[in-house]
């Protein structure tokens, strides 16, 4: 079972910025924090990735809680091309010592960008 | 560089026959990884290769399916025979193995249809 917690939908309108919460009040201290999208039809596309510090890259920015219980992917001026189903994983990587590199995807949310 | 490769992208099929998917990773990726998701359900595990060797196949449903990579370079997923819960679309991931982090990057999917 998925070990995070994402509202199933959002609405945003286009030019604005997206913020797509997601919790993981279980989250151990060497669990990474991945974000995944899948636009309509395609695979899974990979967006950023996090451990405790704020990260950000040309995709998105990911905001994580101090606590680290929860993230926030925010996507700075959203386009239509960004409606998608939007996956929030945590996992420990084998390298880090984690069982398995295996991504356990939940229901995700799907956010629609509204023109 | 190239992504992720996979062939055929549909494929429909009668129940009680073979059918043989194909992931070509990105080039240099030791690790290779098999999902799928079935109708109106999540993007599920299958199993993941480092170079030829199954490092986990705890996903795979049962011995129907078979994956293998000769070499350590492309992938087949033979499905034989056939079952009508098979339908669905079948992800191939790749990753690199200096990546500490893990970071797999998907295919288009195979579409598979058993009728």
């Known amino acids: 079972d998925a070990k995070t917690t994402q509202p199933p939908s959002m609405d945003c309108a286009e030019g604005r910025a997206a913020n797509l919460p997601c919790n993981h009040s279980?989250?151990?201290?060497?669990?990474?924090v991945y974000w995944y999208r899948q636009i309509h039809s395609q695979g899974p596309q990979y967006i950023i990735h996090g451990l405790k510090n704020n990260e950000t890259n040309e995709m998105a920015s990911l905001i994580i809680t101090e606590d680290r219980k929860s993230s926030t992917l925010i996507l700075p001026h959203a386009t239509l091309r960004d409606t998608a189903v939007y996956y929030c994983?945590?996992?420990?990587?084998?390298?880090?010592?984690?069982?398995?590199?295996?991504?356990?995807f939940g229901t995700g949310t799907l956010l629609a960008v509204q023109p | 560089e190239a992504g992720v490769t996979q062939f055929p992208s549909h494929s429909v099929i009668e129940k009680g026959q073979t059918v043989t998917l194909r992931c070509d990773p990105i080039?240099?990726?030791?690790?290779l990884y098999w999902y799928r998701r079935v109708m109106g359900k999540e993007i599920k595990f299958l199993l993941h290769f480092v170079k030829e060797s199954k490092q986990d196949e705890s996903g795979m449903p049962n011995n129907r399916f078979l994956a293998e990579r000769t070499g350590g370079t492309y992938s087949t997923l033979k499905v034989q025979p056939a079952e009508l819960e098979d339908s669905g679309v079948y992800f191939c991931?790749?990753?690199?193995?200096?990546?500490?982090?893990?970071?797999?990057?998907f295919g288009p999917g195979t579409r598979l249809t058993v009728l």
């Open positions: 080039s240099g990726h030791d690790n």
């Open positions: 991931a790749s990753s690199q193995d200096w990546d500490r982090t893990d970071t797999q990057y």
């Open positions: 994983i945590v996992r420990v990587p084998m390298n880090y010592g984690g069982a398995t590199n295996k991504l356990i």
């Open positions: 279980t989250i151990s201290g060497n669990e990474y």
